[in-house]
């Protein structure tokens, strides 16, 4: 028979690992949510030194692209790893 | 003497709460920091003008080596692609040492090269064909 203290001990394990996922997926969620404007941010950079050379507008906004699909990579390959893990 | 016992088991239970207490806490600190700084050592306004710089000045060295508009815009697109290719790296990493190309990719990649062998194949043998033609007539 388990006794009042071990019972006690396990909950307490369990909310502590329950917060600390909290925690966790609130941080990444605030990170993914940063990261869409960040990216807008990387990509007027970008295009706006290629346009400084001469590169056509919707060029430089075909190049700048790769950033977005970047983007969505990582996204993706970060969701993998969580699923797989949890 | 059990009593001791029971307080000695209590104690180590007690030690072992606060490690898992201090593990998590660290764990939960530290995993989105991590990630925090290599995204932004990727997406930021400094890391996307200094891209830029460099692809900007590639493209300005084509264009005054005399390079068309398009092929120039298509080399500078596969020299950034280069750069950008950080999110295979991360898949890579993402499936522990399995094989970066997905089974997907492969067979496309598969049937791409068969499509362009025997492409290659039959414009040779049309090739050869022509040649006989021709010998048989002289």
Redesign the interface.
């Known amino acids: 028979m388990k ?1 009042w ?2 019972t006690n ?1 396990k909950v ?2 369990i909310i ?2 329950g ?3 909290i ?2 997926l609130l ?2 969620f ?2 993914w949510l940063t ?1 869409g404007w ?2 807008r ?10 346009i ?5 507008k919707k ?1 430089a906004k ?2 700048s692209a ?2 977005s ?6 996204i ?3 969701k ?2 969580l699923v ?1 893990n949890i | 003497m059990s009593e001791e016992k ?1 307080k000695r088991k ?1 104690k180590e ?2 030690e ?2 606060e490690e ?2 201090e593990v ?2 660290v ?2 600190k530290e ?2 920091a991590l ?2 700084s290599i ?2 050592s ?8 200094d ?3 460099a ?3 590639f ?2 060295e084509l ?1 005054d080596a005399g390079m068309p ?1 398009e092929t120039a ?1 298509k080399m ?2 596969n020299y ?2 280069v750069f ?1 290719s ?3 790296i ?2 890579g ?2 499936k522990k040492g399995k094989v970066i190309i997905s089974t997907k990719e492969g067979e496309e990649i598969g049937k791409e090269i068969s499509e362009e062998v025997s492409r290659k194949i039959k414009e040779k043998l049309a090739e050869k064909r022509r040649e006989e033609e021709e010998e048989d007539e002289e």
Do not use: C, H, W
């Open positions: 006794t203290s071990e001990m307490q394990s502590i690992a917060l600390s996922l925690r966790l941080s990444l605030a990170l990261l960040k990216v941010k990387t990509r007027r950079a970008f295009e706006k030194q290629l400084r050379q001469g590169m056509a060029d075909k190049l790769q950033y699909k970047m983007k969505n990579e990582i993706n390959s970060l993998g790893s797989r | 029971e209590e239970e007690k072992d709460v898992l207490r998590l806490g764990v939960s995993v989105p990630i925090k995204i932004a990727v997406f930021s306004e400094e890391a996307g003008r891209m830029g710089k692809a900007a000045a493209y300005k264009k508009e815009v500078t697109e950034i692609s950008t950080l999110g295979d991360l898949k990493v993402g």
